[in-house]
């Protein structure tokens, strides 16, 4: 074991650069001394960050592998279907893998993961940010010591917000099953438009997914992270990089005249042993960006999240307690590191690593297993057009 614990970066785009930041914030904790990325300018930015030596700097993580073991831990970062084939090969040298969610795009690729990284001996952690975030893990703090009694429903709703969707679902990298993964939303329609780009476009003024108003007004504003970040593989974004990559790049498309396949609304309704029943509903159309509301019904009473706060309302007393959360994760991360969640996410996988005690990760190998394997049944729910009854035939 390495002292600071030493990490390799496979994939050094938006994701891998944001859970490496965590190195320039505790360099005593943690080091990056590698990173794998096939473009030029990623791997390179990354490396200046870090001052990752010339002989550590990769175009594809196969050639990690291929050497001895010179670090404690991975960071993979690749896209959703180049997630297994790493994995599997890091577990095996024995490294301790962060893994980007979704941990795969198929059963079978999550559950050859958790074999591997089992028989490995080494511990995994799937990027489920918002389990580290502090105000959604006192909910279940709050649960577990009984506030609300016995839980009866759960209400959640999603809202990814009108241009986030846009960016990352029809735009972007989440826009196609077949190059990402499927989504948990229902098929879109296309219509017609008055020109393939915005930047050509007659009506632009008047089309609130205009790529003009969601990255060029922002970087004229001097809002250089994400989403304009994301749009200029090659360069930092500045005016003239961001126009360029709206003429020539995918994030200068017409919405209407894309790719993508996956949809902008979708409720799934669940029940659970015992007769708990909870409706997800994820849907696009919103003014709020991923600012996501959760209500708990029990027997005792009811309590209700809206990203900022948790207020309980106790049914015998019939008092509402409100709960926050301070997190010294925004001064350093921001929102853009989901609230600060990216920041005690790997601040929990540093400390399992450094400590060799897996219980510090709360998203480990079998409990996330379970988890993908209860989405790909509601997609099959949803593709079939019928109730899933969860059995031994999805391994749940």
């Not at 790529?211 to 593989?233: L, M």
């Not at 999240?305 to 019939?318: G, N």
């Not at 994760?329 to 929102?335: I, T």
Request: glycine content about 6%; aromatic content about 8%; overall charge negative.
């Amino acid at each position: 074991m390495y002292s600071p614990v030493h990490v390799i970066v496979v994939g050094a785009g938006c994701r891998g650069e944001n859970y490496a930041k965590f190195a320039s914030i505790h360099p005593k904790r943690m080091k990056v001394v590698a990173v794998a990325d096939p473009r030029k300018f990623a791997r390179t930015k990354m490396q200046q960050q870090h001052k990752i030596e010339d002989k550590n700097v990769f175009e594809d993580w196969k050639s990690i592998v291929e050497r001895e073991k010179f670090a404690d831990a991975v960071l993979i970062c690749t896209p959703d279907r180049i997630h297994k084939d790493p994995a599997v090969a890091f577990a095996k040298k024995g490294y301790h893998i962060l893994l980007e969610k979704p941990m795969a795009t198929t059963a079978e690729d999550c559950r050859a993961i958790v074999e591997a990284c089992t028989q490995a001996d080494v511990m995994l952690s799937v990027g489920h940010v918002l389990r580290y975030d502090p105000l959604i893990h006192k909910i279940k703090v709050l649960i577990d010591a009984g506030v609300v009694g016995d839980v009866i429903h759960i209400q959640h709703l999603e809202p990814v917000g009108f241009y986030h969707f846009a960016h990352s679902f029809v735009r972007g990298n989440w826009r196609n099953e077949a190059e990402s993964s499927f989504a948990l939303l229902a098929k879109s329609s296309k219509t017609s438009s008055a020109g393939d780009r915005c930047v050509d476009c007659s009506v632009e003024r008047n089309c609130p997914y205009s790529a003009c108003k969601i990255y060029v007004d922002r970087v004229k504003q001097g809002h250089t992270g994400w989403p304009v970040s994301v749009i200029c593989p090659n360069s930092l974004p500045d005016v003239e990089s961001v126009n360029e990559a709206l003429r020539s790049g995918p994030y200068g498309r017409c919405v209407y005249e894309c790719d993508n396949d996956v949809c902008s609304n979708q409720v799934v309704n669940m029940e659970f042993e015992g007769g708990l029943t909870a409706a997800f509903s994820m849907v696009a159309f919103t003014k709020e960006i991923c600012q996501r509301k959760t209500t708990i019904y029990g027997s005792k009473g009811e309590m209700s999240y809206d990203s900022d706060e948790i207020c309980v309302f106790e049914f015998l007393t019939q008092r509402s307690t409100k709960h926050t959360a301070s997190s010294e994760a925004l001064e350093h991360y921001g929102m853009s590191g989901h609230g600060g969640a990216d920041y005690h996410l790997m601040n929990a996988f540093i400390s399992a690593v450094a400590n060799n005690d897996p219980s510090m990760i709360r998203s480990g190998p079998e409990e996330t297993l379970i988890s993908h394997l209860l989405v790909f049944e509601a997609e099959r729910s949803r593709v079939e057009g019928r109730v899933v009854y969860c059995g031994d035939s999805a391994g749940l």
